[in-house]
């Protein structure tokens, strides 16, 4: 629309002489996003982008609509004669506009004082399943045509349930979506990283816009993936995503910026695809016709004449991610869960990849230089949230401590840049940060600064996601009807104050709130995050009804309340060395992010006392003079303490 009709003569003139325009940034006001699409979904009975709005001046809307060419076309009304009738309407018969207004604002304020609520329980959950395998593609993955989105927190519910309930259709499901998606050119297999979504059933042709947040997402899925089943494919998917964001998405402070456009000087894609002529006058003539054959790339082309590189037809694409990794920490210690070791390459094989990985790096450098994508540099608190707790698992789960680092320096990078006297701020860019913070901001924060807990085991991110946890209850929450409200109580008020509970691109702040709530109530036993979690999961069974699978990052959480948990408590006498510490803290955190429902609390002489304040019970748990000790708890039963780890995770982790 903004080329065929705003930058149109004709309608520029109408607008601004009829109308005052308003264009809105959908990541810096989502509030206002939310509001108006369910205006439009009320009125029309569906909603999308581009999303556009005709209200009157105190934002009461009286037409909603998507997409609207510049003139009327098979059947659909033009921009032009929709703007003319409009501002003759309002000239003439403004009555009638202004009741229709108000009729839409009565109805959404009617659907949001609507009680939404229902038990938690498993039907909900096995229903969401057998939606997934309905609408499952056996041979491409991933669910439905195309296009196809990837939906990472799906995958993970189906991993979790698959394994919970030793379902392995589940995990077959997962696992086949999460190899089709990375052979497949919706993966830049490149540089590292995934494209928002496919256009086509096989993974092929992707929108080529890069986002944070999908990234994030994909990097958690994969990385369960891989403490789950030990295949060294999705620890190097894993890894390739964080190289990917390591290099192009963050800002030399910490932060993540939020992705990359799909267009090189106009051109979607243009920086992404080539001919095999091209590449072999980077690579050589021989070099170039292996690559060319490895990654599909033809005479005739897959896109526009050329090709995307993809392994969708190489039976080998498991070696690629191979290719340059060193063998994961947790698996030279020996304390994986299951018995996947890597196995030893050729000499020859491993000369290949050693070639792959050289090959790889001589195009990215090409691409750098040939064309540019346009970077979208600001950092926004609730994605960056996301990227953080990527980082986090996967420097517990894969072994490497340096993406813990990248997790660790962007929290500070928003504790010093968007927060400010309690509250959160949405987004930074240029030195500037802006924006009341919303629902998002907080929920994905405060998991943020959990996961940091879950893999140093640092009091102090548990005591900071304990605080924000109670301004995003005293600011959001609704205590009579339950569920967290987009925005604050004390913000800017729009014409209606909205709950968004569907799981779409992302996880739903609801359903992050909730994940946040559960995970504080397990690690601290504090009654009051217990009572807050319980009256939001009975929101959000009511909210799913009839639909569970669009809510399945909530379901994540309602199954880690409704299967038995396990908490384990570690005492360390001061007379530990740093070393072995240090050692026992990384299988700590592998344990903390790997064993379902485990909840992994560390407790020294150093940090008894702050700790004492956030978990009361952990009072009772001495700090031995020498050693070390284990207290473990699952479901209802709590184990005599024990002295060595390996005790426990033979039998019961």
């Known amino acids: 629309m903004e080329q065929e009709s705003f ?53 009461r809307p009286f037409f909603s609509g998507t997409y609207l060419p510049p003139k009327a076309r098979y059947g659909r009304v033009g921009l032009e004669e929709l703007l003319t009738a409009v501002a003759g309407q309002w000239k003439t018969n403004r009555g009638d506009l202004l009741d229709s207004a108000g009729r839409i604002e009565a109805y959404l304020k009617e659907q949001e004082r609507a009680t939404v609520s229902a038990e938690p329980g498993m039907d909900l959950v096995h229903q969401a399943f057998r939606q997934f395998a309905g609408n499952f593609d056996k041979k491409n993955g991933g669910f439905g045509g195309a296009p196809k989105f990837p939906t990472p927190h799906n995958l993970m519910f189906l991993m979790e349930y698959g394994m919970r309930e030793k379902k392995r259709e589940a995990l077959t499901m997962a696992e086949t979506t999460l190899v089709q998606m990375y052979r497949g050119g919706i993966f830049d297999h490149i540089g590292g990283g995934f494209s928002r979504y496919s256009t086509d059933e096989r993974w092929l042709v992707p929108h080529f816009e890069k986002m944070l947040y999908d990234n994030a997402l ?33 800002d030399a402070q910490g932060g993540f910026y939020c992705g990359q456009d ?103 450098e090409y691409r750098l230089q040939r064309t540019r994508l346009h970077k979208d540099d600001k950092i926004l608190v609730s994605w ?14 894969l072994g490497e401590t340096e993406y813990v680092d990248l997790a660790v320096r962007a929290e500070a990078f928003i504790r010093k840049n968007l927060a400010r006297n309690g509250r959160l701020m949405v987004r930074y860019r240029d030195g500037d940060a802006a924006g009341e913070g919303k629902l998002d901001d907080y929920a994905c924060y405060i998991l943020a600064l959990l996961e940091l807990y879950r893999v140093t085991f640092q009091e102090d991110y548990l005591a900071r996601a304990s605080a924000w946890a109670e301004t995003m209850i005293e600011q959001f929450f609704d ?34 709130a909730a994940r946040g709530l559960q995970q504080l109530a397990q690690i601290t036993g504090e009654s009051k995050w217990q009572e807050i979690l319980d009256q939001q999961l009975h929101y959000l ?20 309340v409704l299967y038995p948990s396990k908490e384990l408590v570690c005492t360390i006498s001061p007379a530990v060395s740093d ?33 004492a304040k956030l978990a009361p019970y952990t009072r009772d748990y001495l700090v031995p003079e020498d050693g070390m000790l284990f207290y473990l708890c699952s479901g209802s039963r709590c184990l005599p303490p024990v002295e060595k780890l390996e005790q426990l995770t033979e039998k019961w982790l």
């Open 7 to 59: 930058e149109n003569n004709t309608i520029a003139e109408l607008l601004n002489r009829e109308y005052i325009c308003v264009k809105v940034d959908r990541e810096e006001r989502p509030d206002v996003d939310a509001v108006y699409m369910s205006v439009c979904q009320a009125m029309n009975g569906q909603g999308g982008w581009p999303l556009t709005i005709i209200m009157t001046p105190a934002c």
């Open 218 to 250: 994909l990097a958690l899925a994969y990385v369960e993936a891989f403490g789950l089943t030990g295949r060294e494919l999705y620890g190097g998917v894993a890894r390739k995503i964080l190289a990917y964001v390591g290099a192009e998405l963050t």
């Open 262 to 364: 799909a267009d090189s000087d106009g051109v979607e894609g243009k920086y992404y695809i080539f001919t095999p002529k091209e590449i072999c006058r980077v690579l050589g003539e021989n070099a170039g016709t292996a690559f060319c054959d490895r990654y599909g790339i033809t005479e005739h082309g897959n896109f526009e004449g050329k090709s995307i590189p993809n392994l969708l037809g190489n039976k080998a694409y498991e070696e690629d991610v191979k290719s340059g990794y060193a063998e994961a920490e947790h698996t030279k210690a020996g304390y994986t869960k299951s018995g996947y070791a890597e196995a030893e390459h050729t000499k020859a094989e491993q000369a290949e990849n050693e070639l792959t990985v050289a090959d790889l790096q001589k195009l990215y």
């Open 384 to 397: 960056n949230g996301w990227m953080i707790c990527a980082c986090a698992k996967a420097g517990a789960v």
């Open 479 to 512: 205590r009579e009807r339950g569920g967290f409200y987009l925005t604050t109580k004390d913000g800017e008020q729009l014409i209606v104050r909205t709950k968004e509970t569907y799981d779409g691109a992302m996880p739903s702040g609801n359903s992050a």
């Open 541 to 560: 069974a009511g909210a799913m009804e009839g639909y569970p699978s669009g809510h399945s990052y909530a379901l994540l959480t309602m199954m880690n």
């Open 579 to 611: 070393t072995e510490q240090k050692t026992l803290l990384n299988r700590l955190a592998y344990l903390s992010e790997t064993v379902p429902g485990l909840a992994v609390v560390v407790k020294t002489a150093d940090n008894e006392m702050e700790l």
